[in-house]
């Protein structure tokens, strides 16, 4: 167990859930007839507003919903679209399952990662533009290759498209 | 009348109500059905598989532990499918599970080791691939967290959350990666959460407390209860060589279940203690000579044919009912002010157990003493105590002040087991056992009498306090029926206290019962 | 229509009629072609009347399971006084499939107007579509839908005048396959993780925040508005088959074919007609050598299992495998077997809840040690090694994520072993490096 405080030696958490963000969230609150239920619509909140999200964060998700923070850090790790660290300005995500491996996904990613300058599955670019992930299934096999970038989904892409696609991404 | 359903389990039938579980109606029927997320004080989510039984027109295999038994329902624990699918599962458990036998506090009553030699494959397959590593956490204060040991089975998430309510576990992560979690400077510091540690299965939670400390194939385990406050929990006393190394635990369904308090669980080193008295001793002059049992209860005895007028009892929460009752008749022939002592402490409730808590009265037999008939306040039977004739200490320690107050009594005994600060006022010092070196019984706050048994050797020459009483009754009265054991000692007392009428160690078995007409009033 | 390709003669466009025709999106143009008719003639029914039309049409679920429809709506409690919830399983996360997206980002008012009429024939007021994370168009298309519909009296406290509620709200998942299943897409609303539960109970006895529930496939739910419109006993004419399969069913074809995309085609299309007349065939120079169906989650089938195959649940059933969402996977003459049964052992291996000990270490270890046959280094007994670990994978679970991954090993060492035997002797180079 790290000896953290709730502080870090970075800047002190400042809430996400206030003004704007806290009235979107609470404009949830009677779709659903619990408040935990309202877990992962704040939990993408927390990452639209922050890029990711944090354990400070995570704490005060737990206490907006009443729920304990291990509660919500559990359900956080469950979900591989939440990050839990800081990603690049532009996330990626290349599908490279069977049907698009058939399709040739696999140089896809090779492209991604050399033309992104992130050398490697995870890593975030020297210039902080980009960081890469591997991921299962996009939903859009018969438009082999899909990636996303950010919530950008581009469908159709080949090894020769993305030095293109990515110069849109600053 | 709740209605009943009968199933036969490998053969033999038996009879249990409407909604029984499978797992549960096997336990009537003699059967075992090995489990590990299974426990019949948490919620069941039947992810182990481990239960899966083979049950007649079922097209699959049924999991024991969320299967309800229908009428005629014919279940077969030990067929070649569930055994197949039982050795499939220990194998899966032991694909990643690190060969830590040797160095894990576990071996010996650790429930992978057991059913895999009982129905695992003789050898593992997985070969040489790589395991999955994990380093050691520290969940704090007393529990360690080894998650390469882990089977997910969760029930320390279950208990935290179901029973605790205080929900600072996690399952982290998903698939082979998941591991058990606790939120950075969160600890595992709620006031039940040692009991995670008795519920993990394997050697993945573990008590530093405990550490390395001792085998378990080397322990005797003997069933007593804690002495920690008036709840009574049922726990197993842990020795090895003469030496309480652990307290853990005993179920008790009627009191506390499954569970104990980490207070209760980690106060034990006293009674380890080396600084004991260990003779019996006599004032002469200004000093004490160590005697004989012989003389000292005859020098007891004589003390009290030959007084009258008041007496005075200073006892600790923990005598037991027989010393308490003993004492109690030896003096019958003064005016007698009884008081015990009850250190106080904060109440600690295990929310999900209505009726279970750490009570604030840290003494076991408080409720018992007061049926006894020792009601008196602390602070007004130590102030009677300075004008008393006679004055009894049972195993007390008091205060310089207060052991001052006692100048003015007529003689003074002290019946202890570690040095009391009244000693020099003392006519006769004797050596008793302590309730970890003797037979006893409790009342528990809620009027039930259990009985507590002996984990190791006294010291010395000490004895039961209740056998100093009888012995110097003895003396005064040889014709008078005195116990010559612990269980005689407790059938004598429903003589005297209409309470305890007819109850003898039989009855009282391991789980005790509740005495008839003695329910808990001013305790609460 | 087999979009991004024209709607081939053979197919028969009913759900996929306006796929790429972007003004079916809106409210005014998906009324213009027809719609929101079938919600109105529904208000004026019973919901027992719509459920006996359903039942009588022969619906039945496409999202895998093919449960019949009407019988799972007419599981649910009548006047228990409860709040009963609808929810659309938008999870979409079945390698192959790629069909509910492209009915929620051209027709989500087709979407809309199912679920409402789904919504109102079991008691439900409330619907919650499940859209995976991912689908970042689906969501936004659907949620300025939804908001139309809204504006429009299609939702909403009146529907349409009529007096009935039905809200829909959307849901975001965020990236687990596993939420597919549609006991973990409940506990996913609920704000947990995506476990799946253990049945009993039922989600129509206790399902969504323990109240009774019915979830189905966008697909399924899409069908509703069509079948109210021209009568369940048209839907259940549409069949060439097995007539216990009627309708039309989206079939998501990918991989190795000139015209992926999706197909719409009768219940009982030959599987032939499809692969080589709809979507044009094989690239050039190349020859079928294998067909995972119905996703990945089914025994793959050989070229030659594929020749008199029908489309239908009963259909690919006799041809040993099964329709599942009908997410066809094509694999010519260039593909390794051995590699793509790795790739998708991995899959599994990803996206397993964790819960189950025979899925949580059997999906990764089957998965190493294909890794370890495909880098050269596999051993003769691993074949026997993964049979033996596949059937302590199957059946015994609490969901059948453990069995789908099992299907493709079983059916790949069974119907494809030389491609295995040529890693394990040496005789085919290694196709990984060992990490």
């Given amino acids: 167990m790290s000896g953290t405080t709730h502080g870090h030696a970075d800047a002190p958490h400042a809430p996400v859930f206030t003004g704007i963000v806290r009235a979107r969230l609470e404009a949830l609150f009677p779709q659903y007839p619990t408040k935990q239920a309202c877990l992962l619509p704040a939990l993408w909140m927390v990452q639209e507003d922050r890029g990711w999200i944090s354990e400070p964060a995570m704490a005060e998700v737990a206490d907006v919903l009443g729920l304990t923070p291990a509660y919500v850090k559990g359900v956080v790790t469950f979900y591989t679209m939440y990050h839990t660290h800081p990603v690049g300005r532009h996330f990626i995500q290349i599908c490279t399952t069977s049907p698009c491996n058939l399709c040739g996904a696999e140089a896809v990613m090779g492209a991604l990662l050399r033309d992104t300058g992130c050398g490697e599955l995870g890593a975030t670019s020297p210039d902080g533009r980009f960081t890469v992930a591997e991921v299962e299934c996009l939903g859009a096999c018969g438009f082999a290759t899909p990636i996303m970038i950010n919530d950008d989904f581009i469908e159709s892409v080949t090894p020769e498209r993305v030095a293109g696609i990515l110069q849109g991404y600053k | 009348m709740t209605e009943r359903v009968t199933v036969t389990i490998d053969g033999a039938q038996v009879s249990v109500p409407k909604g029984t579980s499978i797992i549960e109606a096997a336990k009537q029927a003699g059967v075992l059905i090995p489990h590990y997320c299974y426990h019949p004080s948490l919620p069941s989510p039947a992810v182990c598989r481990m239960c899966l039984v083979e049950v007649e027109k079922a097209p699959k295999l049924m999991p024991a532990c969320v299967t309800t038994v229908t009428d005629g329902q014919v279940v077969h624990v030990n067929s070649a499918p569930a055994k197949l699918a039982r050795e499939g599962v220990l194998e899966f458990l032991l694909a990643n599970h690190p060969l830590d036998c040797p160095i894990c506090d576990q071996a010996g009553e650790c429930e992978l080791q057991d059913y895999t030699f009982q129905e695992g494959r003789a050898a593992g397959r997985h070969d040489d691939y790589p395991k999955r590593y994990n380093p050691v ?306 009342m528990n706050r809620d009027g039930r009498v259990q009985r507590y048994q002996q984990a190791k050797a006294p010291p010395g020459m000490a004895q039961p306090a209740w056998w100093v009483a009888a012995g110097a009754m003895a003396t005064v009265d040889p014709s008078a029926d005195t116990p010559t054991s612990a269980a005689q000692a407790f059938a004598a007392l429903g003589a005297h206290w209409p309470e305890l009428a007819g109850l003898s160690y039989q009855d009282l078995g391991f789980s005790g019962r509740v005495a008839a007409s003695a329910m808990a009033e001013a305790v609460r | 229509m087999g979009y991004p390709h024209p709607s081939h003669p053979k197919e028969t466009p009913v759900l996929s009629k306006h796929f790429g025709d972007e003004g079916a999106r809106t409210f005014d143009g998906w009324v213009q072609r027809g719609g929101y008719a079938a919600l109105r003639k529904a208000l004026e029914m019973t919901p027992e009347a719509i459920v006996e039309e359903v039942k009588g049409s022969g619906l039945r679920g496409r999202g895998g399971a093919g449960f019949p429809t009407g019988l799972k709506w007419s599981f649910m409690p009548k006047g228990d006084g409860k709040p009963h919830y609808l929810v659309c399983n938008a999870d979409e996360s079945e390698p192959g499939t790629f069909k509910d997206r492209e009915i929620m980002r051209w027709t989500p008012h087709q979407l809309i107007e199912g679920c409402a009429i789904a919504a109102y024939a079991i008691g439900a007021e409330r619907c919650y579509v499940y859209i995976r994370g991912e689908f970042t168009e689906p969501l936004r298309v659907m949620q300025s839908a939804v908001a139309e519909a809204y504006a429009r009296g299609a939702l909403g406290a009146d529907v349409f005048g009529s007096g009935k509620r039905i809200d829909v709200v959307i849901h975001r998942g965020a990236g687990a396959y596993i939420c597919g299943e549609e006991t973990a897409m409940m506990n996913s609303i609920e704000g947990r993780r995506g476990n799946p539960r253990i049945k009993p109970p039922f989600p129509a006895q206790a399902g969504l925040f323990a109240m009774p529930t019915t979830i189905n496939n966008v697909e399924t739910l899409a069908s509703v508005p069509h079948i109210l419109n021209r009568g369940g006993a048209w839907y259940k004419g549409l069949c060439l088959g097995n007539p216990k399969s009627t309708g039309t069913k989206l079939i998501s074809v990918c991989g190795h074919v000139q015209r992926p995309g999706n197909y719409e085609i009768t219940m009982g299309t030959s599987m032939t007609e499809l692969l080589f007349d709809m979507c044009g065939g094989m690239k050039p120079g190349r020859t079928l050598k294998a067909v995972i169906p119905g996703g990945s989650s089914v025994p793959i089938m050989t070229a030659a299992e594929t020749e008199s195959c029908l489309l239908d649940y009963e259909g690919v059933v006799a041809c040993g495998s099964m329709l599942g969402s009908a997410g066809m996977i094509v694999m010519d003459d260039s593909t390794d077997m051995v590699y793509q049964i790795w790739r998708l052992a991995r899959f599994y291996a990803h996206e397993s809840c964790a819960q189950c000990t025979q899925c949580r270490e059997g999906t990764a270890w089957t998965t190493k040690i294909l890794e370890r046959i495909l880098a050269g280094k596999g051993k003769p007994s691993d074949l026997d090694l993964l049979l033996s670990l596949s059937e302590n994978m199957t059946g015994k679970t609490i969901c059948v994520l453990s069995d789908s991954c099992a299907a493709p090993i079983v059916s790949g060492i069974q119907k494809f072993r030389p491609e295995f035997d040529a890693y394990l002797s040496g005789a085919r180079q290694p196709a990984l490096a060992m990490a």
């Fill in chain 2, 137 to 442: 956490e520290d969940f704090g204060p007393d529990v360690l967290y080894v998650p390469n040991r882990c089977i997910l089975c969760t029930r320390c998430v279950r208990f935290m959350d179901a029973v605790a309510e205080d929900g600072v576990l996690n399952v982290s992560e998903r698939g082979d990666r998941a591991t058990i979690g606790i939120f950075p400077d969160r600890e595992l510091d709620h006031p039940w959460a040692g009991n995670v540690v008795d519920l993990c299965p394997v050697g993945s939670l573990i008590s530093k407390d405990f550490l390395h400390k001792a085998r378990a194939w080397d322990l005797d385990r003997t069933a007593s209860v804690c002495p920690g406050c008036t709840q009574g929990c049922n726990i197993s006393i842990d020795t090895r060589d003469n030496t309480v190394v652990r307290l853990r635990p005993r179920a008790n369904l009627e009191v506390n279940r499954h569970f104990m308090c980490d207070e209760g669980r980690m106060h034990y080193r006293w009674m380890n203690r080396g600084d004991r008295l260990e003779a019996p001793l006599v004032l002469e002059g200004d000093e004490h000579h160590a005697v004989d049992w012989d003389t000292a209860l005859r020098r007891l005895g004589q003390m009290v044919r030959g007084g009258a007028g008041t007496a005075v009892v200073l006892a600790s929460g923990r005598a037991s009912l027989e010393s308490l009752g003993w004492l109690s008749r030896l003096l019958g022939r003064y005016q007698l002010t009884a008081a015990v002592q009850v250190p106080m402490g904060d109440e600690a409730p295990l929310a999900g157990v209505p009726g279970l808590a750490l009570r604030a009265e840290r003494a076991p037999n408080l409720q018992g003493a007061r049926v006894l008939g020792y009601d008196a306040p602390w602070a007004s039977a130590l102030s009677a105590a300075g004008t008393a004739s006679l004055v009894v200490l049972l195993d007390v320690s008091l205060t310089e002040t207060e052991a001052a107050g006692l100048a003015g009594a007529g003689n003074v005994v002290v019946l202890g087991t570690v040095e009391s600060g009244a000693w020099t006022r003392a006519g006769l010092v004797v050596p008793v056992t302590t309730m970890a070196e003797e037979h006893g019984t409790w």
